[in-house]
């Protein structure tokens, strides 16, 4: 009997263990982001995320994209709690102030001394986090362009197009209706009007408007799009092509630091916490140059040669009150003007 009762249990104990996997598995939490579609695309940053978080959080990692992030805020702010969200990966201050951010957000509770062990860029605020930033940047082929425009003025009696996007729902649309307006001033109504006529298209998300660049550049005709700064580095460490660049303007540039923060609909905030705090960790950083593209949140963060070696354009700013006081009667002057 001794033997016997020994061998049911080990016949027990094997089907538990059996049984048990796929118990546990089921049990496993899935935590839901909410992000833009490049950023959890095939060649975005949000593969890596997912496979290097689900290896050490002990939980499923799922990606509900939009097609931009104006689209992605208003879903999260006009169905409130009828969405399932548990971070929120992508936006900016231009599109997430303080007002939305009380809508869509919570606060994510990193206390001060951990925030400044991270070297985070400038951004951080009670809602937000930093984990990429980029400057804003006209792209063009060399081949194309022996001198390419300046600053505005010139783009304006340049011979080439411009493949724009729509700032109501972009970011990349956005910042680039405010650098127009911290370069032109009260002229960019009449700016608008006048680069109209050399618009090719004002897409709605980047990814078309990069895609569309690409596929005009093949037949050699000269066209711009509206990038960042570091898109050249694409071109030149993974297609070893240095006649693709981004069109340095003597006045300056404007910047863009993408944020993400904790939903306010979120029923696990310790994990969701634990993946923002993860986006700030060396694995993603380190990773954010060679696929997000972009120059990594983090300040100690190595970066590659190609970024080292290059100049960062001179930075030109808005006044964030300014900017809120004022930039729907700024997407008023573009859309009358366009």
């Not at 990606?63 to 409130?80: C, F, P, Q, S, W």
């Not at 006209?138 to 300046?150: E, G």
């Not at 960062?312 to 930039?327: Q, S, V």
Request: hydrophobic letters at 40%; proline letters at 5%.
């Amino acid at each position: 009997m001794r033997y016997f009762f020994y061998g049911f249990l080990a016949i027990f104990s094997l089907n538990l263990a059996i049984i048990n996997p796929a118990q546990t598995a089921d049990k496993i939490p899935t935590l839901l982001v909410h992000t833009y579609s490049s950023f959890a695309g095939e060649y975005g940053i949000g593969p890596l995320v997912k496979r290097e978080f689900e290896a050490i959080c002990q939980c499923r990692v799922k990606y509900i994209t939009h097609n931009n992030v104006g689209e992605m805020v208003n879903k999260l702010a006009n169905l409130g709690s009828s969405l399932k969200a548990d971070v929120v990966v992508g936006y900016d201050e231009t599109f997430v102030n303080d007002k939305i951010a009380t809508k869509i957000l919570q606060p994510h509770q990193i206390d001060t001394l951990e925030l400044e062990n991270m070297h985070l860029v400038s951004g951080a605020n009670e809602y937000s986090l930093p984990f990429d930033r980029g400057v804003f940047a006209l792209i063009h082929s060399t081949k194309n362009y022996p001198n390419p425009p300046r600053n505005f003025n010139d783009l304006l009696t340049s011979k080439d197009k411009l493949i724009l996007i729509d700032p109501r729902v972009e970011t990349v649309g956005r910042g680039f209706l405010y650098w127009v307006r911290a370069d032109m001033g009260d002229n960019m109504g009449d700016f608008f009007k006048k680069i109209s006529k050399k618009t090719i298209t004002y897409t709605k998300n980047w990814d078309e408007a990069y895609g569309l660049f690409l596929e005009l550049i093949k037949k050699d005709q000269p066209v711009m799009v509206v990038s960042y700064w570091s898109s050249q580095f694409y071109h030149e460490i993974t297609e070893k092509r240095t006649d693709i660049k981004a069109v340095i303007f003597d006045k300056g540039h404007y910047a863009q630091t993408e944020l993400m923060g904790v939903s306010k609909n979120t029923t696990q905030f310790a994990l969701a916490q634990k993946f923002v705090k993860f986006m700030e960790s060396p694995v993603v950083q380190r990773a954010i140059p060679t696929t997000q593209w972009m120059m990594p949140a983090v300040i100690t963060t190595p970066i590659p040669r190609e970024y080292a070696t290059a100049s960062e354009p001179r930075i030109i700013t808005l006044n964030n009150n300014d900017i809120f006081e004022n930039k729907n009667q700024w997407l008023k002057i573009w859309q009358k003007n366009k």
